[in-house]
């Protein structure tokens, strides 16, 4: 089955240490993108790439920094910049278009002790 | 991307309809409405999208304003499953502005048996 795959599930960190967060797709989608999500809020747009070997900030990229080597693959990684990185990241993938729905995956719950 | 506004929760009997709207006053006429739901940690799922006619899908129908500054998502006979915050997004389509969704806080729906 097509679908967009996070791991791990759970991450537990310390205290500035960088980690690296995975993200893969198999339905060919060109664009993906990374969200964080604090409780009881919204999700804030990180990182997004609609191209291979191409990516833009999103609205709160400082702390973090993605990689676009692969169509199937944006991996982020939360640096010990990050002030407050411990949260819940969700990684999305798209078709180009104008009305092509995002597919999520089920996120990846990060703590940093 | 324009600015959409929800109440923060509401309720209804498990059965009945669940009508859920949203304003989006300064939408722009190339910007689409989408709705999307998040249940409690898992990544947002996709419910429908359209940019001026009325749509309906299994999940749910659309009904948007003639001016299209609002909305009402419409869950027709809702179930204790569909409990969850629900998102409406108003979305660009085009490639060249960067097209990614923002996200606001919701509305979170409770289904009471």
């Known amino acids: 089955d097509g679908g967009i795959t996070q791991s791990p599930k759970y991450l537990f960190r310390k205290e500035g240490q960088n980690v690296t967060l995975s993200c893969e797709q198999n339905l060919n989608h060109d664009a993906m993108y990374w969200y964080r999500q604090d409780p009881g809020q919204g999700l804030r747009l990180i990182y997004y790439s609609q191209i291979v070997n191409d990516f833009q900030k999103g609205d709160i990229a400082e702390g973090y920094s993605v990689s676009r080597e692969k169509k199937e693959s944006f991996p982020l990684t939360v640096t010990s910049a990050q002030k407050n990185p411990t949260a819940f990241y969700l990684c999305a993938s798209s078709l180009n278009g104008p009305t092509d729905g995002y597919t999520f995956g089920s996120g990846t719950r990060l703590t940093v002790v | 991307d324009a600015k959409t506004t929800q109440p923060p929760s509401m309720d209804c009997a498990e059965g009945r309809a669940a009508n859920l709207p949203c304003n989006h006053s300064?939408?722009?006429?190339?910007?689409?409405v989408y709705w999307y739901r998040q249940i409690h940690s898992q990544g947002p799922q996709y419910i429908i999208h359209g940019l001026k006619n009325n749509e309906t899908n299994e999940m749910a129908s659309l009904i948007i304003t003639e001016d299209r500054k609002s909305s009402t998502l419409i869950l027709p006979h809702a179930t204790l499953r569909d409990t969850a915050v629900y998102y409406c997004i108003v979305r660009v389509g085009q490639k060249s502005s960067g097209d990614k969704l923002t996200f606001g806080t919701g509305t979170r729906l409770a289904v009471r048996p």
């Open positions: 300064t939408i722009s006429g190339n910007e689409y």
